[in-house]
């Protein structure tokens, strides 16, 4: 197999890998309504968002560690993108959002690149380090696809707390009114309190909240999106122990070598 035909591999693995990406991404869009109301399918889409990361994430270390030259790595990435966006649903956004995926791609083949050129010996960690940063380029497009669907709703029908929330704020605080108090009086106590305090929370969003609530999605966005970079990291080490098993592999099969150079180097010395 040529060198060019094991490029075009790496290439359409990292383009499959972030179609799924994009899938993944698409999803976020409308789970606005999985955070106000927390159940297993949040949870899944949690670990597809775990799963599709780590899919570009040894997909991409193949390419900058092995995709030579940089502008073939680099265009790896651009495709890439492109498979992403065909899966999302494409807007400025969305669009943004990939180019920076493609950006922080792009800069990862070349930092690689030129660290794995200054060592004497092949190494992980020049990977590891370039893949750290595209992590956070991927939480970036997940928390942007939330971003997109939370701004809609909001738009739509304005932003408000579930019903159940308030509920189980006012059964915790009758418990601590109602004590105490016989039978006919806290009855007609707990009723009071629970119209006064319905009335305050909806003068307190009404006055307070609806102002800025157009704001709420980017802080939806920006919690989320640190949440999936903490958690990315914790993780990080999977995605390389799958490289490090992958990369014997292939010399093992013949699709990659060892290759060893003689360079002259200059120093300036003291004579």
Not at 47 to 71: K, N, Y
Not at 72 to 82: D, E, L, T
Not at 156 to 163: A, I, K, N, Q, T
Not at 249 to 268: D, F, P, W, Y
Request: aromatic share 12%.
């Amino acid at each position: 197999m040529s060198k060019w035909l094991k490029v075009a591999f790496l290439t359409i693995l990292l383009m499959m890998a972030g179609y799924f990406f994009g899938v993944v991404c698409d999803q976020f869009n409308g789970a606005y309504d999985l955070l106000l109301h927390p159940s297993m399918e949040l949870l899944g889409l949690l670990l597809r968002f775990v799963v599709a990361a780590f899919g570009v994430a040894v997909a991409a270390g193949l390419v900058v560690a092995l995709v030579r030259p940089g502008w073939a790595g680099a265009a790896a990435f651009v495709f890439s993108g492109a498979s992403m966006l065909a899966a999302w649903a494409v807007s400025l956004v969305s669009g943004v959002l990939v180019l920076a995926y493609v950006v922080a791609g792009s800069f990862c083949v070349t930092r690689v690149a030129a660290d794995l050129d200054e060592r004497v010996r092949f190494s992980m960690r020049p990977i590891s380090d370039g893949l750290s940063m595209l992590f956070m380029a991927l939480a970036l497009l997940a928390c942007g696809g939330m971003y997109q669907g939370s701004a809609a709703v909001v738009a739509r029908e304005g932003f408000s707390v579930p019903d159940s929330y308030i509920e189980m704020i006012m059964d915790q605080m009758e418990k601590q009114i109602g004590s105490g108090m016989p039978p006919e009086e806290q009855e007609k106590t707990i009723a009071q309190f629970r119209q006064q305090f319905r009335s305050t929370v909806d003068d307190f969003f009404e006055s307070t909240v609806k102002p800025y609530e157009r704001f709420i999605p980017l802080v939806i966005a920006a919690g989320l999106f640190m949440s999936l970079v903490t958690f990315s990291r914790l993780l990080a080490w999977v995605p390389m122990m799958l490289l490090g098993g992958i990369f014997p592999a292939l010399k093992a099969l013949g699709v990659t070598e060892e290759v060893s150079e003689t360079q002259e180097v200059t120093r300036l010395v003291l004579v």
